[in-house]
């Protein structure tokens, strides 16, 4: 009992340290990070379901992101900080650049103008490396926007999951603005779904042991009817922690074998196997990155005296990527003339 005690008081005192961390040690947006407004109430039953209909409580998503491909619904995404949208990689395979995307943030019913609505472009998709579209192996994406969020009760992060996972069978949350079942209509609300961690070795012999990988895991109901659907994909698993209260993103939908179906779990990104590369990305320094399409197209508004700086300044990653031992001319010419190339394909 004294043990246990002892333990609970450790907790809440390194939660109290973390929620008085200075700010120069988080942003602004991931001090806040997994926290509802006080006015909703957790109304979600556990048999509701995203496939057949439980609405949301209106601002219970305030992290939710509705990710538009020329101004129609084809994922589902996740903010994490006041720029950035964690989402799934294979929601922009074969898509075109990033001008033809944009993010919703603060919507709910996607028929009218919510009051916290926010419509921001898209500055930077980052699909992870390792991504593998036939095995959908490393389903993650990273979305940069082109300015940050502004942040309100209905607008606001989630956390990006720390310490240890939840143990097997805890109620998780997903939610979305998918299909309300197999190849149907998609919802006008968001719809939300109460589903269970599912053990690692129930989802391989559910779905095949060669296609479920460390990096995913499964949640849901063996006995069916309760799932993410198309247009779900990209889109949050939710886990409340119990000692703080704050909502963690633990999974990012990714695949299933239809939606719903008996004996068929939904199957998300294990996002805590990504988190290293999540704040590596987010942090990385000016002309560490390739350039963007809106960074390289803003140069041509630029004057003549303006412009040449700014475009060998954006130009300079290219060098990065010259073979040792080659010398500065040549490396300097190659990095223009790579520069150049995207140039005159963001262009067209």
């Known amino acids: 009992m004294g043990e246990s005690c002892s333990a609970r008081v450790l907790q809440c005192?390194?939660?109290?340290?973390?929620?008085?961390?200075?700010?120069?040690?988080?942003?602004?947006?991931?001090?806040?990070?997994?926290?509802?407004?006080?006015?909703?109430?957790?109304?979600?039953?556990?048999?509701?379901?995203?496939?057949?209909?439980?609405?949301?409580?209106?601002?219970?998503?305030p992290w939710l992101v509705n990710l538009q491909l020329d101004g129609g619904l084809m994922c589902g995404g996740v903010l994490v900080d006041s720029s950035w949208v964690v989402t799934a990689a294979h929601c922009f395979a074969g898509s075109r650049s990033e001008s033809y995307w944009t993010a919703v943030v603060g919507e709910f019913d996607i028929t009218k103008?919510?009051?916290?609505?926010?419509?921001?472009?898209?500055?930077?998709?980052?699909?992870?490396?390792?991504?593998?579209?036939?095995?959908?192996?490393?389903?993650?994406?990273?979305?940069?926007?082109?300015?940050?969020?502004?942040?309100?009760?209905?607008?606001?992060p989630v956390c990006l999951p720390s310490g240890m996972?939840?143990?097997?069978?805890?109620?998780?949350?997903?939610?979305?603005?998918?299909?309300?079942?197999?190849?149907?209509?998609?919802?006008?609300?968001?719809?939300?779904?109460?589903?269970?961690?599912?053990?690692?070795?129930?989802?391989?012999?559910?779905?095949?042991?060669?296609?479920?990988?460390?990096?995913?895991l499964c949640a849901g109901y063996l006995s069916g009817g309760i799932d993410s659907c198309q247009g779900d994909s990209g889109g949050p698993l939710i886990y409340q922690d119990r000692i703080s209260g704050r909502f963690q993103l633990y999974g990012i939908t990714s695949w299933g074998d239809g939606c719903g179906?008996?004996?068929?779990?939904?199957?998300?990104?294990?996002?805590?196997?990504?988190?290293?590369?999540?704040?590596?990305?987010?942090h990385k320094s000016f002309g560490s990155r390739e350039p963007t399409c809106a960074e390289l197209l803003k140069t041509t508004e630029m004057t003549e005296e303006e412009q040449k700086p700014e475009f060998s300044s954006l130009c300079h990653f290219y060098t990065l990527t010259c073979p040792p031992g080659q010398s500065a001319s040549v490396c300097s010419q190659m990095a223009e003339d790579k520069c150049l190339t995207r140039f005159k394909k963001c262009r067209k």
């Open 13 to 61: 005192s390194l939660l109290n340290t973390m929620q008085n961390l200075e700010p120069a040690t988080q942003s602004h947006a991931q001090a806040v990070c997994g926290q509802r407004s006080s006015t909703v109430q957790n109304i979600t039953q556990p048999r509701s379901r995203i496939v057949g209909g439980s609405p949301a409580p209106p601002g219970s998503w």
């Open 113 to 156: 103008t919510d009051p916290d609505e926010q419509v921001l472009k898209v500055n930077r998709i980052i699909p992870h490396p390792k991504f593998n579209p036939k095995t959908f192996n490393n389903d993650i994406a990273l979305v940069e926007l082109t300015s940050p969020v502004v942040l309100s009760e209905h607008v606001a």
């Open 165 to 216: 996972e939840p143990p097997t069978g805890s109620p998780c949350l997903v939610a979305g603005w998918g299909s309300l079942y197999e190849d149907g209509p998609s919802a006008d609300m968001v719809m939300e779904a109460k589903v269970p961690l599912l053990p690692q070795s129930t989802c391989k012999s559910a779905l095949g042991k060669e296609l479920v990988t460390n990096t995913m």
């Open 261 to 282: 179906e008996k004996g068929k779990p939904g199957v998300y990104t294990r996002v805590s196997a990504f988190s290293d590369w999540i704040q590596a990305e987010i």
